[in-house]
């Protein structure tokens, strides 16, 4: 079945209502969280409503209530960790469409503005935008552009065609509020299993893996919404802060194990076609990028060679988790009954 026309009352491109949800959980990142939600504030379009929804932080609630008074401040009645925030967001969001910024991020000019055109196509159930670094520290001379994702970032080789993705990244996403709700949004569960890797090396909400709630819940709302899709924008641009932490081996090394594990569950959620990008970016773009480092090396290019070499072991790295995942038959968040089609 094909999703139905957006009917009266539901958001257009000149009638919506943008609720923008903003998580947090550390005090650590204050000065961060400080900049996105003034990023919000300054844009040119204003946005519905801004709700800082603060993850299990008392302190970090109370200091963000009283500062942010162009906020709703929020605790995180759900499941602890990002989803279930989010999710309260959702909950309490009275726009038509809600946005997602990550605390660590700041918004471009022109961000809500260049979501929101989007969804002049009835048939968008999500909209998302690039994600560019903004190092703290200098980029390592070892790090590769196709592994941007490691650090929640667009990367080279996306799989973007003709405006569409699979699912945009988490740090700047938007959804209609009506797919996030029908479709029960993000799993609170994805990485409940304590399976001995850690995005940051520092175990939270205990040893969770967070990574790939995005990617499971598009395709799950793509099945739902059929003939949907999520677009992107190539204006509705954010910077996201990379600290020197993220700038690592050890880092580098535990993220590409958590996706490893992480896609190993959508797979098994979604079969081979819900990892189609992955499929391209493994066969087609890994091997040229190394390729072309190599040839650099050859030439003269003395970290060319350390960049193909970091592309390696990632891929190596990410592909054994993913099988050690799918033959131990690991499930980091159980799958959800689909109830039949939805329309918009």
Request: net charge positive; aromatic share 8%; with cysteine.
């Amino acid at each position: 079945m094909n999703i139905a026309p957006v009917s009266t009352g539901t958001a257009t491109a000149d009638s919506s209502r943008m609720s923008v949800v903003i998580c947090a959980h550390t005090l650590d990142r204050w000065n961060e969280l400080s900049g996105a939600v003034a990023s919000v504030i300054a844009q040119d379009r204003a946005p519905h409503e801004i709700i800082v929804v603060i993850d299990n932080n008392e302190a970090l609630r109370q200091r963000a209530t009283r500062t942010f008074v162009n906020a709703t401040v929020l605790a995180n009645t759900g499941e602890p960790g990002l989803s279930g925030a989010r999710m309260t967001g959702v909950d309490h969001a009275t726009g038509d469409l809600i946005a997602f910024l990550d605390d660590d991020a700041v918004a471009e000019a022109g961000w809500l503005t260049a979501l929101i055109e989007s969804y002049r196509d009835p048939a968008v159930l999500g909209v998302g935008g690039p994600v560019e670094p903004l190092w703290r520290t200098r980029r390592p001379y070892w790090f590769p552009t196709q592994f941007d994702w490691v650090i929640g970032c667009t990367y080279d080789g996306m799989d973007i065609r003709n405006g569409r993705i699979r699912n945009p990244i988490g740090a700047n996403m938007s959804v209609r509020t009506d797919v996030l709700r029908r479709t029960g949004g993000f799993s609170s569960h994805l990485g409940r299993r304590k399976l001995g890797f850690s995005v940051s090396g520092k175990a939270r909400t205990g040893g969770k893996a967070e990574s790939c709630e995005e990617t499971e819940f598009c395709i799950r709302a793509c099945r739902l919404y059929p003939g949907g899709y999520f677009a992107f924008h190539p204006r509705a641009r954010v910077l996201h802060i990379v600290p020197a932490q993220r700038a690592t081996w050890k880092y580098f090394v535990n993220r590409c194990l958590v996706e490893g594990m992480a896609k190993a569950t959508v797979a098994g959620l979604a079969g081979a076609k819900g990892l189609n990008a992955e499929g391209r970016y493994v066969r087609q773009v890994l091997p040229r990028a190394v390729a072309e480092d190599l040839m650099a090396a050859l030439s003269g290019e003395g970290r060319a060679a350390a960049r193909a070499g970091a592309i390696t072991v990632g891929f190596l790295l990410t592909a054994f988790a993913y099988a050690r995942t799918r033959l131990m038959g690991f499930q980091l968040f159980p799958g959800r009954p689909e109830t039949g089609s939805q329309t918009l």
